[in-house]
């Protein structure tokens, strides 16, 4: 008795569909006990732990998420699909798992697999995920620069590679340019009207991602900032001193993101945002005895520690949206 082909299909989707869950798990199973021992080692009883900013953290983690979201979801429509706006936010905050496994690959493969439907393409959910994601980055690299060229003196050379990954990021989401690629890539080339709606895509759009993008930037800047406010540091401005926690989180998330390698640009993060708030750490820690080794302690930890909160609230948030699949409207297939 042969079965079905489709019978066939469907359980080679669910092979590959749990293929996918078990390597992401595994990497950031991995990620996070990584960061944890790392964590532990830093950890000589010398912080005064406040967990209730921990959970400040990994909120404003989240609500910094929700901009680009936004973003995400209007290049869907821009481009259009008919994708919900619940719908969006669930593939969203998942795909972010997907950045955990090596190479990168897997946040687009998540995304556009959990978006797509009759009324959302495949191909186009792909290179929407693309666009969002290089807006993001170019977005975090300008302020990184801004922030370098303006007030990190010690090394220009900084401030030209960050301007350097700003370029890099920024010219695919170009409109002429991001319509080229999408047709070298194929995408819509067996639909004109595929094809039409991916020229929809202009300045007025990317400027929306733009203002978007610098409101997640400075959320996700907080972030940082109630990282540290949990591990006790005193003398933080959130207001004040908020260019430098942005630019840091910034840096270090797009040198990261382009390294493509590593999951999550692991220790790559860590590095960059160690390298750019140490010198601001030094001048908080002028009332210790040696300022220089408790700013480098306090470095280490907090970059650490922001890793393992990310990654925590996006394990949760993940779990959480699995399970909170959007109903299917009238009209919907089954």
């Known amino acids: 008795m042969t079965r079905d082909p489709s019978s066939r299909r469907k359980w080679l989707r669910r092979a590959i569909k749990l293929l996918i869950a078990a390597a992401v798990l595994w990497w950031v199973h991995g990620t996070l006990y990584d960061g944890w021992i790392e964590l532990k080692k830093h950890d000589r009883g010398q912080w005064q732990w406040q967990p209730g900013w921990l959970a400040v953290a990994g909120g404003l983690y989240l609500l910094g998420l929700l901009p680009f979201c936004l973003f995400w979801h209007r290049v869907l429509k821009t481009l259009g699909q008919q994708a919900r706006l619940a719908e969006t936010i669930r593939a969203y905050y998942i795909g972010h798992l997907g950045k955990y496994v090596p190479g990168k690959?897997?946040?687009?493969?998540i995304r556009a697999g959990l978006i797509r439907s009759h009324r959302v393409a495949t191909g186009v959910a792909a290179v929407?995920?693309?666009l969002e994601t290089?807006?993001?980055?170019?977005?975090?690299?300008f302020v990184a620069a801004a922030y370098l060229a303006l007030f990190f003196h010690e090394k220009p050379l900084w401030s030209w590679a960050a301007g350097g990954l700003m370029v890099v990021s920024l010219v695919p989401t170009l409109p002429s340019v991001f319509r080229r690629l999408v047709r070298l890539a194929g995408v819509g080339k067996s639909d004109p009207q595929?094809?039409?709606?991916?020229?929809?895509?202009?300045?007025?759009?990317?400027?929306?991602?733009?203002?978007?993008?610098?409101?997640?930037?400075?959320?996700?800047?907080?972030?940082?900032w109630a990282t540290l406010r949990a591990m006790?540091?005193?003398?933080?401005?959130?207001?004040?001193?908020?260019?430098?926690?942005?630019?840091?989180?910034?840096l270090a998330v797009v040198a990261g993101f382009l390294l493509l390698v590593l999951p999550a640009g692991l220790g790559v993060r860590e590095a960059f945002l160690i390298e750019l708030t140490l010198p601001y750490l030094?001048?908080?820690?002028?009332?210790?005895?040696?300022?220089?080794?408790?700013?480098?302690?306090v470095a280490v930890a907090a970059a650490v520690l922001l890793r393992l909160v990310w990654t925590v609230s996006?394990?949760?948030?993940?779990?959480?949206?699995?399970?909170?699949?959007?109903?299917?409207?009238?009209?919907?297939?089954?």
Do not use: N, Q
Not at 134 to 141: E, K, P
């Open 105 to 109: 690959a897997m946040v687009v493969v």
């Open 232 to 250: 006790g540091i005193e003398g933080l401005d959130p207001v004040g001193h908020l260019p430098r926690y942005v630019a840091g989180v910034a």
């Open 282 to 297: 030094k001048e908080l820690g002028r009332g210790f005895e040696d300022p220089a080794a408790w700013a480098s302690a």
């Open 134 to 141: 290089l807006t993001m980055m170019a977005v975090g690299a």
């Open 194 to 224: 595929t094809a039409e709606k991916i020229g929809r895509f202009g300045f007025k759009t990317l400027l929306l991602g733009w203002l978007l993008s610098l409101i997640g930037w400075a959320i996700l800047g907080l972030s940082y």
């Open 128 to 130: 929407s995920v693309l």
């Open 314 to 334: 996006e394990s949760l948030i993940s779990g959480i949206l699995w399970f909170c699949k959007p109903r299917p409207r009238p009209g919907d297939p089954l």
